[in-house]
Nanobody, 121 residues
Framework: QVQLVESGGGLVQAGGSLKLSCALS????????MRWYRQAPGNQRELVAA???????NYADSVKGRFTISRDNAKNTLCLQMNSLKPEDTAVYYC???????????????WGQGTQVTVSS
């Protein structure tokens, strides 16, 4: 059974940094894009950053130049380095992976349980 487990969240002052990690466990045939989403109270879940299996990245405009997404395909891990954090970055951050667990199945999205990031002003 595939599981995604995030870690690295916490409380940080504005201007500080945090690094989120996501560990994927379980048997997979192929992993395509991996992504970080976030959801603040009262808001819809939004895409923060994405990275393809080949390493191509894209970012939400609000985090460009401050956040860096990376992945280690050998270790099935996903990271998000967050610098120059702002209070508006406060949210629960979720790891997402588009993957296939069997040759007979199509790709599906899997989610972690989320990790809280709180940025104080």
């Amino acid at each position: 059974q595939v599981q995604l487990v995030e870690s690295g969240g916490g409380l940080v002052q504005a201007g500080g940094s945090l690094k989120l990690s996501c560990a994927l466990s379980g048997s997979t045939i192929s992993i395509r894009a991996m992504r970080w989403y976030r959801q603040a109270p009262g808001n819809q879940r939004e895409l923060v950053a994405a990275i393809s299996s080949g390493g191509s990245t894209n970012y939400a405009d609000s985090v460009k130049g401050r956040f860096t997404i990376s992945r280690d395909n050998a270790k099935n891990t996903l990271c998000l380095q967050m610098n120059s954090l702002k209070p508006e970055d406060t949210a629960v951050y979720y790891c997402n992976a588009e993957l296939k667990i069997s040759y007979g199945l199509s790709y599906s999205n899997y989610w972690g349980q989320g990790t809280q990031v709180t940025v104080s002003s």
